[in-house]
């Protein structure tokens, strides 16, 4: 299986090389040749697999270059042992007529673990496959979430570096606490002043500068990112809705070969394009439903083909959604349009350009055979998680209830010809403790975050997730602090640290 560039660029790589490249050198991301096929005997085999066993029949058919024992030895290190708190790893919550994918069992509570713990072993791997020697520093901005699971993915993880970036007083107090306490032999931490947009400014500055990326590399160290485009983020999360599927069988909840609808909460297009790929690869999915929040550009796509990032940017109570570039959505219109290299280019040097395209009518129905698109308010999604609570007995993160009240909606237009639904849950509620809380009616003044973990155990009776219960005692390795114009030599500073 070979990888070529959404943007028609020259040439086709291994996936070990896309995964080291992260992007394509025309600016557009790696995509593979074709799909793989599976049958109804594959998907129905899966069932008595454990999460790593499935993982590996996935993997195994896109990342050809690597050996079975590569693959084996990257998801056993990724998944295994005890970094998750459940043996399923990825279980599907069983409620009377619905049914929700728990992503968030991982270190850092929520579904970019999902990824961001296999990313980092397959990188490692694809170093030495390629005789490269260097050793690759991950840098990464980060508002929040992205940040710990990247550290939590890279600690330790041989020939590799990460550094992270946080704004000063830009984050919450447990995300801050998640960073500063982060152990690992191979991690660097610090509150950059300024804002989310100086960090990210500054990383993308040190990205840009090619005098100091020759001087790292004669240092033996290439600088590298861990964002949502890369490959080796977007394929582990194929293999979540297999799994789904085959838990579903085994459950009694379908026949094989029936169809289901997944409703995902959606930011960057990640997660559902995971969920694309699946489908055209032979899984019976009927709808994937695009559930965004108030920056709902893609409802406005997914209805009328304008794709428009000239719009107001809102602040919501899912700010894992607070998106309006949604990068991943590249990889669809290359699909959809029968790999179209050059239609797909000229659609984002418009949207560089003008900050909007929009695609024809026949491609629009196409994809709206697939996709069905709406969204939800702050004050919707709040009634949603009460509503979960009181009906299902269930309590749902704000992302997670975006996709479900996205999935009603979804329901009631559709009583005909609805199938089994799947939500796809992105977050423990813990880790959006204060907004779950007070959608529970529940007074949250006054209360720190570690009350907050307290007051919503002692209400769900669910436990509190081990790596934010265990933050209170953990002692701050992380104290270092810059300025935009000093993350330079910060840089410099630990990629040369022992
Ligand atoms: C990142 C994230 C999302 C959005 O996922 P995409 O793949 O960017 O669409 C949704 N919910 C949570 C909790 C996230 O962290």
Not at 108 to 126: E, G
Not at 249 to 258: P, S
Not at 281 to 305: D, R, W, Y
Request: charged share 25%.
């Amino acid at each position: 299986m070979k990888y070529q560039s959404t943007r028609g660029g020259q040439g086709q790589v291994e996936a070990s090389q896309a995964i080291i490249r992260g992007m394509a050198a025309d600016g557009g991301l790696f995509v593979p040749e074709s799909l793989p096929q599976v049958d109804m005997s594959f998907i129905e085999s899966l069932q008595d697999m454990s999460y790593e066993e499935r993982a590996f029949q996935i993997l195994q058919l896109f990342l050809t270059d690597y050996t079975e024992e590569e693959l084996h030895s990257c998801i056993r290190a990724a998944y295994g042992g005890d970094k998750f708190d459940t043996e399923k790893r990825a279980p599907l919550a069983l409620l009377d007529d619905a049914q929700v994918l728990e992503l968030w069992h991982g270190p850092t509570s929520a579904f970019k673990d999902m990824a961001l713990q296999l990313l980092p072993q397959l990188l490692s791997a694809a170093l030495p496959k390629n005789g490269i020697k260097e050793t690759v520093l991950i840098l990464v901005a980060t508002s929040g979430d992205t940040g710990k699971a990247a550290l939590e993915g890279f600690r330790d993880v041989p020939q590799t570096k990460i550094q992270v970036f946080y704004p000063d007083g830009g984050v919450s107090r447990i995300q801050k606490l998640q960073m500063v306490t982060q152990e690992g032999s191979n991690v660097s931490v610090y509150a950059v002043k300024g804002n989310f947009d100086d960090a990210q400014g500054g990383v993308k500055e040190i990205f840009g500068d090619a005098a100091f990326g020759e001087k790292l590399a004669r240092q033996g160290v290439r600088l590298s990112s861990a964002n949502s485009i890369n490959w080796g983020r977007l394929v582990p999360q194929i293999v979540y809705y297999f799994s789904a599927y085959a838990d579903m069988l085994a459950a009694g909840r379908l026949q094989a070969g029936e169809k289901v609808d997944f409703s995902v909460p959606t930011g960057n297009f990640g997660n559902i394009l995971a969920g694309y790929y699946a489908k055209e690869m032979g899984l019976p999915v009927h709808k994937l439903i695009c559930a965004s929040n108030s920056n709902n550009v893609l409802t406005e796509f997914l209805q009328t083909g304008k794709y428009n990032r000239e719009r107001p940017f809102y602040k919501t109570i899912t700010p894992s959604m607070d998106i309006l570039v949604s990068s991943n959505l590249e990889r669809l219109l290359y699909e959809m349009t029968g790999h179209d290299a050059a239609q797909v280019a000229g659609w984002m040097r418009e949207l560089a350009e003008t900050g909007h395209y929009e695609v024809g009518p026949d491609l629009l129905q196409k994809i709206r055979q697939i996709f069905w698109a709406d969204w939800t308010n702050d004050d919707d999604t709040m009634e949603a998680i009460g509503a979960a609570y009181h009906q299902k007995d269930y309590v749902l993160d704000t992302h997670t209830a975006v996709a479900w009240d996205v999935a009603r909606k979804y329901k009631e237009e559709h009583a005909a010809d609805s199938c089994p639904m799947i939500v796809v849950s992105t977050a423990s509620s813990y880790k959006f403790n204060r907004s779950v809380l007070l959608a529970l009616d529940e007074d949250t003044s006054g209360l720190s975050e570690f009350q907050l973990l307290k007051a919503l155990h002692d209400f769900s009776d669910l436990p509190v997730p081990r790596g934010l219960a265990a933050l209170k005692d953990k002692p701050v390795l992380h104290e270092d602090t810059c300025t935009r114009e000093g993350m330079r030599a910060a840089v410099a500073e630990f990629a040369v640290r022992r």
